[in-house]
């Protein structure tokens, strides 16, 4: 391997979202640089920072009937039953519940946390409260999606947080989504719920990290045959 090779090998794509904004930074870089350098060095460290935060790893999820794995990179921070939003249409009954909280230096790309087909996509405006209180799940702007998936129907809500403002879906209603698979993005800080069949247990615990396409949040089969890994 050449060392070219081997410094491609360790970066990080990112992701065609963020390429807008990093060309503004670069352009907004240069001119600083020219017209007063100190600023235009700040603007280049934003710039870098732009960067890292649309950063899209390559991740190696679990594959397996009945694995749950996390949507999004992020702190856990609830777990327990809660109604799920009205507009998803899963009913006004407690569902089993697990928030990922995304701090502004987390991967914002989200995945799907099991395979499935899309049959509602719904969004609803709203506030920009903190993301990481409860009420975030009922008062901020959100978009939530429903997955048919071999174990019942599984809600993904992705949060608006204070500093997030704009959330990017890239599917719609009927496609189909492999578990890993990206689905969406949230811009600078936000949350995604995932709301579970009833009779799902955790198996993370507040305050834990998860890793979006990887950790297992939960798993309908805990005594099934051993996963396989599909690698996006």
């Known amino acids: 391997m050449s060392v070219i090779d081997s410094i491609r090998s360790g970066l990080v794509p990112v992701h065609r979202e963020g390429y807008p904004f990093i060309l503004i930074g670069a352009?907004?870089?240069?001119?600083?640089?020219?017209?007063?350098p100190p600023l235009g060095w700040i603007a280049v460290l934003i710039t870098v920072?732009?960067?890292?935060?649309?950063?899209?790893?390559?991740?190696?999820?679990?594959?397996?009937?009945?694995?749950?794995?996390?949507?999004?990179?992020?702190?856990?921070?609830?777990?327990?039953?809660a109604v799920p939003p009205a507009e998803l249409g899963l009913g006004d009954v407690p569902l089993p519940r697990i928030c990922i909280f995304m701090n502004v230096f987390d991967v914002h790309v989200n995945r799907a946390p099991l395979a499935g087909r899309i049959t509602r996509i719904a969004y609803r405006p709203g506030k920009f409260l903190s993301a990481d209180l409860d009420k975030a799940?009922?008062?901020?702007?959100?978009?939530?999606?429903?997955?048919?998936?071999?174990?019942?129907?599984?809600?993904?809500?992705?949060i608006a947080g204070m500093v997030a403002r704009r959330i990017v879906s890239f599917v719609r209603e009927g496609d189909s989504l492999a578990p890993g698979e990206r689905f969406g993005l949230i811009r600078f800080g936000s949350r995604v719920d995932v709301y579970l069949p009833a009779g799902t247990r955790?198996?993370?615990?507040?305050?834990?990290?998860?890793?979006?396409?990887?950790?297992?949040l939960a798993d309908r089969e805990a005594f099934g045959p051993e996963p396989t890994f599909r690698i996006d």
């Open 137 to 158: 799940s009922e008062d901020n702007e959100r978009s939530g999606m429903v997955l048919d998936t071999a174990i019942g129907a599984v809600g993904v809500v992705q």
């Open 202 to 216: 955790a198996l993370v615990a507040e305050g834990q990290r998860a890793i979006a396409g990887e950790t297992v």
């Open 27 to 36: 352009a907004a870089s240069v001119l600083f640089l020219w017209l007063f």
């Open 49 to 81: 920072w732009i960067c890292y935060f649309f950063r899209d790893p390559e991740r190696v999820t679990p594959v397996r009937e009945g694995l749950i794995v996390s949507p999004a990179d992020g702190r856990v921070c609830l777990i327990g039953p």
